[in-house]
């Protein structure tokens, strides 16, 4: 039986990091995330990984791009305001088609926002954030265990699919401790005969490259891509029902909004609505397949710690056929239980 | 200038895509030599910039990665991060370098980050058409100071190795140019040593080469080289700047 140790969201990311094989972590410092820096700084250099602390996130992605290169399991954390700086380098990253783990703890924005929990950086992660066409795995954890359980996932996907996998999460679950366990799973290895090794005089030089002059060039690159991305989007979608089987009406949410939405489910299940919840766990892809099986459902609600991003997502997943109405808060504040379950018997007037 | 008779091992046989006479063709070519000599093609990576040397990944026949526009030494530190017994260079010029990169220069010889970075001041944006650089010279005509450089205005050219010798963190820091033979060859000297410094684990060591932009400067070959010595050495004079292991052993 593996332990359970008492862990703050943030430090299980990192822990979970070493434990997937990353020995090189490359950051800059801001508020909700710093526990992971921190956490590296201490362990790295006692296990033979490098922690560094980079001029700006724009320099720190711009290493992981060149450690990832280099054929190694690589990682950055920040927070919303330092996340929007490592676009350029995610969509170097795409556009080279090498392995990355970025981590978001986001905090309310626009601009410096403020330091309280938000999901507003929803659609930056789920819809590109960069430029270019290309697509970024989001995983949403929404425990302290997911955050050790979805980092390791999300350097194996990452490497899996030659892209970057990024951590979706937020300032509470950064910040809260939970007993988890790491299971000793076994951690798959990839081979890179396209990494930078130097060729040794024993093979042509491998090119680490995003620039294709020539437009059909590129298109056909763009083309592969995405063929790659509608296989993710098959494979490797997942979210958790909670009271889903006689559902009449879902509310719709992940990270911490799902827990507090989780509650409000149950109190009103007690009042005996037929409510039951759908929380993605990839953002992207995004569950499509959890709404199909969803028909009984009237009505859904989206339930987010922003202005309303995945409710688009969600009207796409329902084709439009069903009302979907939001039910969020922003800027840092949490939606009380009360609230979403108010949301629900709205609903349930409607239904 | 044919001072280089022999392709070097380690260019590949892609020809350049550079102007006529412009000097980043000889000083790939004193790159591939030094790599040639020392013996190192086999571990050597390198970092292309954004700029006109971007499809440096095609000439050179070690491992070769492209960054973005001036982020060659965090991407170059990464990579030397990781695989230590490599030897990792970053090839940048004055717009990449000097100006939006900046940062990541300024830090990556803090750090005395153990890469050579070989950077090309020609005075101007070369890829793009000949816009003012963060070195072009005071009432220096290009694209964007249509009137010449107006210091008053968008204030003065950066003297890229001066200011890294400020720094405690740099092991080597040299500026050399490219305009006649002798130069070449005290340009290949320095270049080498930048590489040995690596290979030595002495650290950040880059080499400034003053070059030229024919094609943007608006004019021939040899006006230009004419020019780097009538103009542009005198700003950006000639010279060892930092060179930590020689002042040591004084
Ligand atoms: C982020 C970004 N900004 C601007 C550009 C456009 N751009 C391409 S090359 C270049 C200037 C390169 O000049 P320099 O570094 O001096 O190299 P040279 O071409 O003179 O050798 C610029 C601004 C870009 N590719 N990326
Ligand atoms: S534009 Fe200038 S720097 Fe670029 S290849 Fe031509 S001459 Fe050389
Ligand atoms: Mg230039």
């Not at chain 1, 490259?209 to 056909?220: F, H, M, Q, T, V």
């Not at chain 1, 979907?324 to 609230?339: F, H, K, Q, Y």
């Amino acid at each position: 039986m593996a332990e359970r140790i008492l862990m703050k969201g943030n430090e299980a990311i990192a822990e979970a990091a070493i434990r997937a094989g990353c020995r090189h972590y490359f950051g800059y410092p801001i508020t909700p995330q710093t526990e992971i820096a921190a956490y590296m700084a201490k362990r790295m250099p006692k296990i033979g990984g490098v922690f560094l602390q980079a001029e700006s996130e724009i320099a720190s992605i711009n290493m992981v791009y060149g450690a990832a290169a280099a054929g190694m399991r690589v990682m950055t954390s920040s927070s919303s305001p330092g996340i929007s700086l490592k676009q350029e380098g995610l969509s170097y990253i795409a556009g080279s088609d090498v392995p990355a783990l970025v981590v978001n703890v986001q905090r309310g924005g626009p601009g410096l926002g403020g330091i309280q929990p938000s999901q507003s950086d929803y659609f930056q992660a789920t819809k590109g954030g960069g430029h270019g066409d290309y697509r970024t795995i989001v995983l949403a954890p929404a425990s302290v265990q997911e955050m050790a359980s979805l980092t390791i996932k999300g350097f194996d996907l990452a490497d899996k699919y030659l892209m970057t996998a990024m951590i979706l999460a937020d300032g509470t679950i950064g910040q809260m401790m939970e007993p988890i366990t790491f299971e000793d799973a076994e951690i798959k290895t990839y081979d890179k005969p396209w990494a930078l090794t130097g060729t040794e005089g024993k093979r042509k030089h491998n090119i680490v490259n995003s620039l294709y002059l020539k437009p059909d060039e590129l298109e056909k690159k763009n083309f592969e891509r995405f063929e790659k991305y509608a296989e993710i989007e098959k494979c490797e979608a997942m979210w958790e029902d909670y009271m889903m089987e006689d559902a009449e009406i879902c509310v719709v949410a992940f990270g911490i909004a799902s827990r507090v939405a989780k509650n409000a489910v149950a109190a009103a299940r007690s009042e005996g609505i037929k409510v039951g919840l759908i929380r993605p766990i990839t953002l992207w892809p995004f569950p499509n397949k959890a709404f199909e099986a969803a028909e009984n459902v009237k009505a859904f609600i989206s339930v987010e710690l922003s202005m309303g991003q995945m409710i688009e997502d969600v009207r796409l997943a329902t084709g439009c056929r069903k009302p979907v109405t939001l039910c969020n808060r922003t800027g840092g504040m949490i939606p009380s239980p009360d609230e979403i379950l108010e949301a629900i018997r709205n609903a349930g007037k409607g239904v | 200038m044919a001072i280089v008779f022999e392709k070097p091992k380690s260019l590949t046989d892609a020809p350049f895509h550079y102007c006529p006479g412009c000097p980043h063709g000889i000083i790939h070519r004193l790159v591939a030599e030094v790599i040639d000599e020392l013996g190192i093609d086999g571990k050597t990576i390198g970092v292309a910039p954004v700029g006109c040397a971007v499809m440096a990944y095609d000439y050179f026949t070690c491992d070769m990665i492209e960054a973005a526009h001036g982020r060659a030494p965090a991407v170059a530190t990464g990579i030397k991060r990781c695989r230590p017994e490599n030897v990792v260079f970053t090839y940048q010029g004055d717009g990449d370098l000097a100006s939006i990169g900046m940062a990541e220069t300024v830090h990556s010889a803090a750090r005395n980050e153990n890469i050579t970075v070989i950077f090309v001041n020609n005075a101007i944006y070369g890829m793009t058409g000949g816009q003012m650089a963060p070195t072009s010279l005071p009432g220096q005509v290009t694209q964007t100071s249509p009137y010449g450089r107006d210091v008053n205005h968008c204030g003065w050219p950066i003297r890229v190795s001066e200011m890294l010798a400020t720094l405690e963190g740099p092991e080597y820091v040299a500026r050399v140019a490219v305009n006649n033979v002798k130069n070449v060859r005290n340009a290949k000297k320095a270049i080498k040593k930048a590489f040995e410094n690596q290979i030595a684990g002495k650290g950040f060591s880059l080499v400034e080469v003053v070059s030229a932009c024919p094609t943007n400067w608006g004019m021939t070959p040899k006006a230009a080289l004419e020019w780097v010595e009538s103009d542009m050495l005198p700003y950006y004079p000639i010279g060892v700047y930092k060179d930590r292991s020689a002042q040591e052993a004084k």
